[in-house]
C-alpha cells in the first residue's frame, strides 16, 4: 500500500518532470519563434491578402509575445510527457497489464490532441480568420497587433487540442474512479449541449466553424463511451477467474 507521504512524493516528482518537459521544449520553441511566428502568419495573409505585415506598438510587444508563444507551444510539445505522467500517476490502482497500455494510451491520445490542434490551424482558423477580416472596409483598415494575433493562434491550437481529448479524459476520469463507467452514456442530454457550447466559443461565434467543430466533437464523446465499454468487458472477464471455486458454485 503506498502512503498518504509517498503518494506526495511520487505527486511531486512527476511534476517535476513535466514542468521541465514544458521549459525544455518552450525553450526550444523560443529559439526558432521568429520562423514559427513567420508560419503562424501564414493563414493570414491569405485571408486578407492586402496584408503584408503586423505591427506592434510597445518597445518589449514583439519580446515578451514570443515568450508567450514560446510557452504555449512549450505545453503544446510537452502534451506527451504531460499525459504519460498523468496516466502513470494512477497506476497504483491499475491492474500490471493495464499498465503496459500506457504506451498505446498516451500515444492515441497525443495523436488526438494533434488531429484537434491541426483541425484548428488548418480548417477553423482560415474561416475565422475570414470572417472578422470581412469587416474591413475602405473607411475601416485592420490592422492586427503581433502579440493578439499570434497569441490568438496558439491558443486556440491548444484549445482545440485539449477539446479533442475528451476519449482519453473520459476513460481516465472512470479508470481513477471519479466516475462510473455508465455515467457517460446516461448523461448525453446534458453533454451534448455543452459540447455545442463548447464549440461556438472556440470558434468565436462562427456557426459554420462551430458545426464544423462539434460534429468531431460528438464523434470523439461516443468514442470514449466505446471504448469505457471495451475496457470494463475486459476487466470483468479477467475477474472471472478459471479456477475460482466460486465460479463453479
Known amino acids: 500500500m503506498i502512503t498518504t507521504s509517498g503518494h506526495?512524493?511520487?505527486?511531486?516528482?512527476?511534476?517535476?518532470?513535466?514542468?521541465?518537459?514544458?521549459f525544455l521544449f518552450g525553450a526550444l520553441s523560443y529559439v526558432f519563434a521568429e520562423q514559427i511566428a513567420r508560419y503562424f502568419m501564414t493563414p493570414l495573409f491569405l485571408a486578407s491578402p492586402t496584408l503584408i505585415k503586423l505591427v506592434?506598438?510597445?518597445?518589449?510587444e514583439a519580446f515578451i509575445t514570443y515568450l508567450k508563444l514560446s510557452l504555449i507551444l512549450g505545453i503544446i510539445f510537452s502534451i506527451p510527457v504531460l499525459l504519460y505522467e498523468l496516466w502513470m500517476f494512477t497506476a497504483p490502482g491499475l491492474h500490471a497489464n493495464e499498465k503496459k497500455t500506457v504506451l498505446a494510451v498516451v500515444f492515441w491520445a497525443t495523436l488526438l490532441f494533434a488531429a484537434g490542434a491541426g483541425f484548428a490551424f488548418f480548417i477553423v482558423l482560415p474561416r475565422v480568420l475570414h470572417f472578422f477580416l470581412g469587416f474591413a472596409n475602405p473607411q475601416l483598415t485592420p490592422l492586427p497587433k503581433l502579440s493578439g494575433y499570434l497569441?490568438?493562434?496558439?491558443?486556440?491550437?491548444?484549445?482545440?487540442?485539449?477539446?479533442f481529448?475528451?476519449?482519453?479524459?473520459?476513460?481516465?476520469?472512470?479508470?481513477?474512479?471519479?466516475?462510473?463507467?455508465?455515467?457517460?452514456?446516461?448523461?448525453?442530454k446534458y453533454f451534448y449541449?455543452?459540447?455545442?457550447?463548447?464549440?461556438?466559443?472556440l470558434a468565436a461565434g462562427d456557426i459554420m466553424a462551430a458545426v464544423l467543430l462539434c460534429l468531431p466533437l460528438f464523434a470523439l464523446y461516443e468514442s470514449g463511451i466505446l471504448i469505457i465499454r471495451l475496457f470494463s468487458k475486459k476487466s470483468a472477464d479477467r475477474d472471472v477467474l478459471p479456477d475460482d471455486p466460486t465460479n463453479n458454485a
Open 56 to 60: 506592434y506598438t510597445n518597445l518589449t
Open 193 to 201: 449541449p455543452a459540447i455545442l457550447v463548447l464549440s461556438f466559443l
Open 165 to 188: 481529448e475528451i476519449p482519453f479524459l473520459m476513460i481516465a476520469a472512470v479508470k481513477i474512479g471519479w466516475i462510473k463507467r455508465h455515467y457517460f452514456s446516461t448523461k448525453r
Open 151 to 163: 497569441t490568438f493562434v496558439a491558443r486556440t491550437s491548444l484549445a482545440f487540442g485539449l477539446a
Open 8 to 22: 506526495l512524493e511520487e505527486l511531486r516528482q512527476r511534476l517535476i518532470v513535466s514542468f521541465g518537459a514544458i
